[in-house]
Nanobody, 120 residues
Framework: QVQLVESGGGSVQAGGSLRLSCVASGRTFDTYTMGWFRQAPGQERELVARLTFSSDQTVYADSVVGRVTNSRDNTKTGMYAVVLEMNSQKPDDTTVYYC??????????WGQGTQVAVFS
């Protein structure tokens, strides 16, 4: 099993910045990707950004390109951890954000979710 602990989030005025962090623990040695999804009420969960560790490449949703960066958290030495830096926040970014890992063998894990609210 893998446990994902998220931190950060909260409220920010439109145009401002927020930072989300996620740290994985447990059976993490076979982690393939680590990233973030978000889900608004009544809508499907959608990808925000996802880092593939083997290639160090990150894919981003079109809606966040240029505003969001998902990168390794180098302060967490020896751990699978990422930081999502979100800039130029818009009210449409308001929703719950979930950390996600995918493992070799297709196992899939989720964090508990953290709320982001952007007000105009």
């Amino acid at each position: 099993q893998v446990q994902l602990v998220e931190s950060g989030g909260g409220s920010v005025q439109a145009g401002g910045s927020l930072r989300l962090s996620c740290v994985a623990s447990g059976r993490t040695f076979d982690t393939y990707t680590m990233g973030w999804f978000r889900q608004a009420p009544g809508q499907e969960r959608e990808l925000v950004a996802r880092l593939t560790f083997s290639s160090d490449q990150t894919v981003y949703a079109d809606s966040v390109v240029g505003r969001v960066t998902n990168s390794r958290d180098n302060t967490k030495t020896g751990m699978y951890a990422v930081v999502l830096e979100m800039n130029s926040q818009k009210p449409d970014d308001t929703t719950v954000y979930y950390c996600n890992t995918i493992h070799y063998g297709q196992a899939n894990y989720w964090g508990q979710g953290t709320q982001v609210a952007v007000f105009s």
